[in-house]
């Protein structure tokens, strides 16, 4: 098996998930994969935070980071990405059971993950990463575990939620709510709300790219009798139809819209202060649905920020499409780490 | 009757009016109000063209602009708004039979508004203004009548509909056709797609606004258990369901999508080079619908064009929001282009 394949794994707590609402999951499954080997003291973990509608499989999705000599490197670091708690990946979320699953948060979805690291034998985290939802998680990895993780990597991400992106998440679960089939989430397996589904994506892929990129793409050109950006549309409606659960979408949105780093640490200026690790923080200037202004929150209130600017006409999924560029970005701070660390610790040769 | 009372009235056009498509539409009624007195040469009239939901009341969503002294003057100017074709405010549309209603293009609105001024009198229009699809209105006026129209204030709005606003206009459609209500517009009266509707005007609510302006706003606020900007997003659903019919939504914003002042003259360059008027272009520097880049566009082609950028963090409803501040900027404009043209025809004497 070469450094680059990798399975999903599963494993199941062998107690109760303890949510911050206070209530507990029972028998919670985390569906996971790994690439590369963990070092003998366990501290050469790398935990890759996936986005929305995202799943484990970071080969999938960021290809061109990982790899022999990229950004995260399975020859030196050990990889880890799970899919993360209410998705309907493999991990337990609410499209598993009619059962009504609990309100969630980020933060248990960072606990999530950090309870499968002993099972794995991991001690330390050398860096935690993700972009969007998946930046969310790598600030409060970085609030939650202060001794376990080393750096910190939010790409494209806020401190908390804004009215902005509650509204956008609002209007899709209309949407998903308009749908007669979407029976307050209690529908058959075969009979999903998909029109309610679809547009909720239409309204997503929008938020997630520019104005710009869709000039550049599709200006006014025509196809099949219409635009050309309204088939495209439609088929990433369609697309997720086709692999996303409804409910686990209303969850996820939910969970996101919770997203505030000071909620319980005194508000957001003390919470980011108190971010101890060095902190990657990546911002596309195009980006409409979390638009430079959140980032530049976050680089100048986190004491060892690095800031970078992802230079993109793609919006904010350019995290996901100008993704040489970002390698580059992540390598570079990784290097920066390590040099810092290794003279602050003189455990090393320094380069 | 003050001079700021005014009452709709109606006019049925005594011929069918000929379509861009080349269809016929017979018994076209406009719906329209007036302020101000025509003068004796018919030479004073000033067309006020409103956006996608709105009606020819001009008192209710430019108050600001419209009165003695103003941008708007009844002591001076004799102001029209109509009712523009395919809406469902007293004008011919799709909301009036069930029969299908031909495809409509904003030149097809223009010239519906140009076959009402016989009727009323009027020889030459001062002014030809409006926001959003009320701007694309004044461009085509410019455009179709350069010897009838003196001139043009497009505002927040852009030479064609490029494929991000066809995109945001297609999720909105989407919403409404996902409504089983819908029926392929085949609706009773009183059991219009309500739902489809209503997230319709919540994604639309969201473009026309801001990040900033929403961070301002609502912040992180709650209210009856969610989010305030929820609450407010879902009231500004049902308001809109309340008032507007979702045929017309429909056949409105296709029609939008249509506008491309370069069709049929040469292209998008050549149209706004063409065009012989003093024209006032509106950016608002917030606006998420229609970037600064596109009116950036028009300023630069059109010859006699004056660029003003209103600032402000309200977005693309800042024309119908930051009134004060429009309200001088399109007095300073008129009171230049009375100075240019007192100038050259020598007619009067000039301050």
Redesign the interface.
Known sequence: MSALESRTQFYTLPYPLILESGEQLSDVQVAYRTWGRLDGNGGNAVVVCHALTGTPNVEEWWGPLLGSGLALDPDRDFIISSNILGSCYGTTGPADSRSPFPRITIRDMVALQRALLPHLGVKRIRLAIGGSLGGMQALEWGLMAPDLVEAIAPIATSA?????Q???S??QR??IF???AWRDGNYEAGQPPR??L??AR??A??SYR???S??S?????ERDGG????EW??RH?QKLVARFDARSYVALTRAM?TH?VGRGRGGTEAALRSIVQPALIVSVNSD?LY?P?EQEELAALIPRARFEVLASENGHDAFLIDMEELNQIVTDFRARVERESCQTKGTQRCA
């Open positions: 908390q939620h804004n009215a902005w509650i509204a956008i609002e209007s209309s949407a308009a749908d007669p029109d309610g679809a547009v239409m309204i892929m929008i520019s104005h710009s869709f000039t793409r599709f200006g006014r050109a635009f050309h950006v309204e549309l439609r409606g819209d505030d409409v638009p202004i």
